[in-house]
């Protein structure tokens, strides 16, 4: 019988291999990462990925891997049916999301001077092997929901910062927000 690939390996094989640079070609990184995520659709990767869904209570984050040179941090992203993350704005250089399974709706906003409520610039609907990203310098937050009311769905989260760190927009009236800064919590480092 063979042996199933291990997706975690193979995920920080392409994630080495694409980001030799503070500005990776993150094009490159979703064919590539997507391709993977396509190769398992015959369940290759379902047993692994059922192990981290009986891991996860509730919307949980956990590291792949991370490094200072060049500021990255990749990880899984667990969503329970019909999660809906707040507003936030990524504080690193670059991010992307890609759906390793389920299907996920994406919200962006656009951002503007301090204290003019941020406006909703476009939704893009992700399936299994899709993915978004954007730059910092595109002044953008954005939310996800999981589209499926009965089944968590799984992404892959890259960002372009060691630790990942984002501004969290909360509304407070009609116009008005708070705004916070925040480290993303760690529910735990995958090994293997």
Not at 114 to 130: F, I, N, Q, Y
Request: glycine letters at 8%; aromatic letters at 8%; hydrophobic letters at 40%.
């Amino acid at each position: 019988m063979a042996r199933k690939p291990r997706l975690i390996p193979l995920i920080r094989s392409v994630v080495e291999d694409g980001i030799r640079s503070t500005q990776p070609d993150l094009g490159f990184l979703a064919r590539e990462l997507g391709a993977l995520v396509h190769l398992g659709s015959d369940g290759r990767y379902q047993e692994q990925l059922n192990s981290l869904r009986s891991r996860a209570k509730g919307f949980s984050r956990w590291l792949i891997t991370d490094s200072k040179r060049p500021p990255y941090s990749v990880f899984f992203l667990v969503w329970p049916p019909g999660h809906i993350t707040p507003l936030n704005e990524l504080r690193g250089r670059w991010g992307m999301e890609l759906v390793i399974q389920g299907s996920l709706e994406v919200q962006e906003y656009q951002l503007s001077d301090e204290g003019v409520a941020p406006t909703r610039k476009r939704m893009t609907w992700l399936g299994e092997s899709d993915a978004i990203w954007f730059d910092r310098d595109q002044h953008c937050a954005h939310r996800g929901r999981n589209l499926s009311s009965q089944h968590a769905a799984i992404t892959l989260h890259l960002a372009g910062a060691r630790q990942a760190r984002y501004r969290l927009f909360e509304r407070l009236g009609d116009s008005s927000w708070n705004v916070r800064s925040r480290i993303a919590a760690v529910d735990g480092r995958l090994t293997v």
